[in-house]
């Protein structure tokens, strides 16, 4: 084989690396739910089309739906997600609708990341770079359907000040910010609402206290 001919073939396999490496695109690239008696429904996991954007500011246009999640009673849902390394960070935005069918009004809304499901679930460590925007958080997430305030954290997002009655859908979709790596095959989205208490105000210092946040520092309180 000449050298043109080693060239040449070697050119074509370098083309076809890159081109199978964008379109393998998605870092997410399945979801597995444990929602126990509520449920999951309408999840569009689509190949990004800006892999490896970590830090993005704005909306990231990585889009990300879950258009129906149904709350028929006030507890944890979990959804694990595949993921498959792109040699970067990729930033996703997700969108999701909330359906409150629990028959109580609800004060807030917690979302965290982790591993694992169930009893076994374990949140993420703070710097292991699976967070919600952090440390920049420049992507501000959106619950203003209901909830006028959004503590944010590496691993945990609490929206509050406000009230989501029961039988109400989040129309505008709830809106939040993933930087997912390349060092996990795998990670747990989990999301529970809180029934309303007396004195909400007060409810963010209280969540955060409880869902296991240990080490990990809060980083914005942002009204919205």
């Not at 997002?157 to 910010?177: C, D, E, H, W």
């Amino acid at each position: 084989m000449s050298f043109k001919q080693i060239l040449r073939s070697s050119t074509v396999a370098i083309l076809f690396s890159f081109n199978s490496t964008l379109l393998e695109a998605g870092e997410i690239v399945g979801y597995t739910p444990y929602a126990g008696i509520n449920s999951v429904a309408g999840v569009a996991i689509t190949p990004p089309v800006a892999p490896n954007n970590d830090d993005v500011a704005g909306i990231s246009p990585n889009d990300l739906w879950v258009t129906q999640k149904h709350y028929v009673t006030v507890g944890a849902v979990d959804i694990v997600f595949d993921v498959v390394p792109t040699g970067g960070v990729t930033e996703y935005s997700i969108r999701e609708g909330v359906d409150n069918s629990t028959g109580l009004d609800w004060s807030s809304y917690v979302i965290q990341l982790g591993f694992g499901v169930g009893a076994g679930f374990v949140p993420t460590s703070a710097g292991d770079g699976l967070d919600f925007d952090a440390s920049s958080f420049n992507s501000p997430p959106d619950f203003t359907t209901f909830f006028s305030t959004v503590d944010e954290y590496e691993n945990v997002l609490v929206a509050y000040g406000g009230l989501m009655p029961n039988g109400a859908f989040s129309i505008p979709y709830f809106r939040f910010s993933i930087d997912v790596p390349d060092t996990f095959s795998s990670f747990t989205l989990r999301q529970f609402p809180v029934a309303a208490v007396p004195e909400p105000a007060s409810a963010g210092l209280a969540l955060v206290a409880g869902v296991g946040t240990c080490g990990v520092l809060w980083r914005r309180r942002r009204g919205q």
